[in-house]
């Protein structure tokens, strides 16, 4: 286990609306407004053909190879996530969502492109006094969070 200590700055109440690209609007609400780590937590619509990365298709093998799986209607959405900045300094949002419809749910990294359903409401507690970054690591061809 890595780890290192931050401290809360300050919280955003976010409202995103219908059709905005989740991870690419939160990154550019943080480099807007200089946030360089937070903690993140959404609520809401996913629209049909939002893209989700649902695992690796073999987690041992020596390349991982990412799966998708494209939603086939509107989902209903509960998900958290992070945001540190990547070597070069710029924020990257790394966030898993629940996404349900009827008795179906399927769950994911939002990372391929999932597209808000008329709204999603987020909560970004902003992290202060913090090194974290996501660094390259060749093993894995991941950003991986450096603490």
């Given at each position: ?16 609306e219908?059709?905005d ?16 780590a937070?903690?993140l ?16 298709k073999?987690?041992?093998?020596p ?5 998708e799986?494209?939603?086939?209607n ?9 945001l540190?900045?990547n ?10 969502v ?18 808000v359903?008329q ?6 507690y ?5 090194t974290a ?15």
């Open positions: 286990m890595k780890y290192s200590e931050a401290k809360q700055g300050r919280v955003f109440v976010i409202r995103l219908d059709g690209v989740v991870h690419e609007v939160i990154e550019e609400f943080a480099r807007q407004r200089s946030i360089r937070g903690a937590i959404v609520v809401g619509g996913a629209d049909m053909g939002s893209k989700l990365v649902v695992g690796p073999d987690g041992r093998a390349q991982i190879t990412p799966m799986h494209i939603l086939d509107v989902y209903e959405v509960a998900g958290t996530g992070t540190f900045p070597e070069s300094g710029k924020p990257v949002l790394h966030m898993h629940a996404c349900g419809r009827k008795s179906s749910t399927i769950a994911g990294c939002v990372r391929r492109g999932v597209k359903w709204v999603m409401e987020v909560i970004l902003e992290l202060t006094d913090t970054v996501r660094a390259f690591e060749p093993a894995t061809g991941f950003e991986l969070l450096r603490p």
